[in-house]
Structures are given as structure tokens and as C-alpha cells.
T-cell receptor, first 117, second 109 residues
Framework: DVKVTQSSRYLVKRTGEKVFLECVQD?????MFWYRQDPGLGLRLIYF???????EKGDIPEGYSVSREKKERFSLILESASTNQTSMYLC????????????????FGPGTRLTVL | GIQVEQSPPDLILQEGANSTLRCNFS?????LQWFHQNPWGQLINLFY???GTKQNGRLSATTVATERYSLLYISSSQTTDSGVYFC???????????FGSGTRLSIRP
């Protein structure tokens, strides 16, 4: 079974702090994704990575950056946390992307509920 | 872009009842997944079903790609089935998957 883990289930930070959210997958997947989920807005893609050190912006990249130094690990970074970044953050991975001819079936981690005070 | 609509938005049932959840999409898709989001927020993969029918225990799903819809069936509902059910679709031109707004299912004992 695919296993995707996230470093924290709950996190409370102060405005202006630098925040790191970590995600690790154990199935040698090429692609990893960061989403945020907000009531009434659904799940929105922040960034994804299709290879080590490669990344692409999603729908809402502003205020975020990402890092993928190793294939199994994908980090989401909030350079200076703000209250409007309080949200549920979900990491996912997939073996293939559609543009590569694959299925893009995505598997999700347990999520991190981030509160920025 | 592609639109994904789920119905009904909310569903309240007694334990033991059967239910059908629907997902309509506005364009051809190559990927369709059903997820269950449990009360702790985790998205659990139920089915990867771009076409055809699959069954897993009390759950089954059917996707009719030519008519642009998918159905999720839950039989003999249990309280642990409560949560939000999402469908998500993908196309060959995009790397991301698009989520519907979900169906919130509440199973009463």
C-alpha cells in the first residue's frame, strides 16, 4: 500500500513565522502535490513537483514556496505566515502524470491543520 | 476548465440504508477517483475508475465516461461511513486533478 505521511497533524504558529510542512511518501512516486482545503472553497492546488528539484505552480502559489531535494520528500514553506494561511494542508503523491501518459491516481497523507495566530 | 458537480450536497440516512452519490463532469476525462474524507480530515482512496464498474465490499462505483458521470453506491450503511465523499477528475492536458464540492453523508445509528 502507498503510504504518505505528514510531519504534523496539528500546528499553531504566529504571524510572521517561517513554517515548514513536510511530506514523505514511501512508494517511489515521481510526483508530489500540496493542496489546501478551506470550507466553501474545496481543495486547491498550491504547488506540485514532477521530479527532484523540479516544481510547477498550482492555482494558488502566492505566499508559498516548495522544496524537493529527495524523491520521497516534498516540503511546503510559508516564508512569513499570515492569518489567511490558516487552513488544512494536504499532501499527495502519484506515480505518473497524465501528460506523461499515466493515470495520475493520487494518494493523500493525513493532513496538517495549521493555525496562524 | 472542466467543471465537476456532486449531488446531493448533504445526505442523512439511518444505519442499514443504501445510498447513491453522483458526480457529473463537463468534459472528457482520463482519470476519475472517489475519496472518503474521514472526520479527522484524511482523504481515503475508494476507487480509481475512469470507466466501467468496480466493487469493494459494500461499496461499488460505476463511471459512464461517454455520458460524463460517475455513481458511488454504498449499501447497508454503517456509522463509520459518515464523512464527506469527493470525486476528482483529471484530463490528459493537465497535471492536476479537479475536485467536486463533495457530498456530506451522515449515518444515524
Amino acid at each position: 500500500d502507498v503510504k504518505v505521511t505528514q510531519s504534523s497533524r496539528y500546528l499553531v504558529k504566529r504571524t510572521g513565522e517561517k513554517v515548514f510542512l513536510e511530506c514523505v511518501q514511501d512508494m517511489d512516486h515521481e510526483n508530489m502535490f500540496w493542496y489546501r482545503q478551506d470550507p466553501g472553497l474545496g481543495l486547491r492546488l498550491i504547488y506540485f513537483s514532477y521530479d527532484v528539484k523540479m516544481k510547477e505552480k498550482g492555482d494558488i502559489p502566492e505566499g508559498y514556496s516548495v522544496s524537493r531535494e529527495k524523491k520521497e520528500r516534498f516540503s511546503l514553506i510559508l516564508e512569513s505566515a499570515s492569518t489567511n494561511q490558516t487552513s488544512m494542508y494536504l499532501c499527495a503523491s502519484s506515480l505518473y502524470l497524465f501528460r506523461d501518459g499515466g493515470s495520475n491516481e493520487q494518494f493523500f497523507g493525513p493532513g496538517t491543520r495549521l493555525t496562524v495566530l | 476548465g472542466i467543471q465537476v458537480e456532486q449531488s446531493p450536497p448533504d445526505l442523512i440516512l439511518q444505519e442499514g440504508a443504501n445510498s447513491t452519490l453522483r458526480c457529473n463532469f463537463s468534459d472528457s476525462v482520463n482519470n476519475l477517483q472517489w475519496f472518503h474524507q474521514n472526520p479527522w480530515g484524511q482523504l481515503i482512496n475508494l476507487f480509481y475508475i475512469p470507466s466501467g464498474t468496480k466493487q469493494n465490499g459494500r461499496l461499488s462505483a460505476t463511471t459512464v465516461a461517454t455520458e460524463r458521470y460517475s455513481l458511488l453506491y454504498i449499501s447497508s450503511s454503517q456509522t463509520t461511513d459518515s464523512g464527506v465523499y469527493f470525486c476528482a477528475v483529471g484530463t490528459s492536458s493537465a497535471s492536476k486533478i479537479i475536485f467536486g464540492s463533495g457530498t456530506r453523508l451522515s449515518i444515524r445509528p
